[in-house]
């Protein structure tokens, strides 16, 4: 027989936890058919109006949206999650809102696709840093300047969960040589025009080493969702 499952309930986070038997079959089979006839097809539909731009419309779709200072972690925490290389380097490394749109599917060769200006270019885990470089320096310029014109990186792959996430620019206050001078508004408008929509999952990243409660990412989340229901927060380490 398998493992007994564990249900657990924490009524401070209002959250449930389910961990069912590791060998258990007669847990997952149901379960996993059960996803791929009611939940995959509901986030495949979203993932159609995305590509669609119906949110120019004004019509939003449920999105995490990851915010957070420059240099604060969120390139690692993506990275854990889709287990694929972001651009690393000095300064702001995100320039244009990135979209990233990962799919669990049984095959063992991840499939990784770009969709930006109309066109998707496939590429894999070695050269993903360097393809989402060139396609920002397509979108925003070669410089140190942002565009809030997005870039999709469709993920499919074995292992990964079925999410969709916005990682935006890192907030900075200071332009540095080649940034307009006023790359903190043009940050902050971007970041709100994310967070702003009620379907919006703000998840800010922040240094385990700052004050929360000064936080600048945690304030705009705070004037958008003044109850904090969709508002989360990761430190990183």
Known sequence: ???????SHNNDCKTITVEPGAHDANFHAPL??????????????FEDLRRLNI??????LPTIVVVGDQSSGKSSVLESLAEITLPRGQGICTRVPLIMRLQHHALPKPELVLEYNG?????????VSDAIRIATDVLAGEGKGISNTP??????KNGVPDLTMVDLPGITRVPVHGQPENIYDQIVNIIMEYIRPEESIILNVLSATVDFSTCESIRMSQSVDKKGVRTL?????
Not at 119 to 127: G, H, L, N
């Open 233 to 237: 927060a990761k430190p990183h380490w």
């Open 151 to 156: 870039l999709t990186l469709l993920v499919k």
């Open 32 to 45: 996993v058919s059960s996803y791929n006839d009611r939940i995959r097809p509901i986030l495949d539909a």
């Open 119 to 127: 066109k998707s270019v496939s590429t894999d885990e070695s050269r």
């Open 55 to 60: 949110t120019k419309q004004g019509i939003q």
């Open 1 to 7: 027989m398998g493992e007994e499952n564990h249900i």
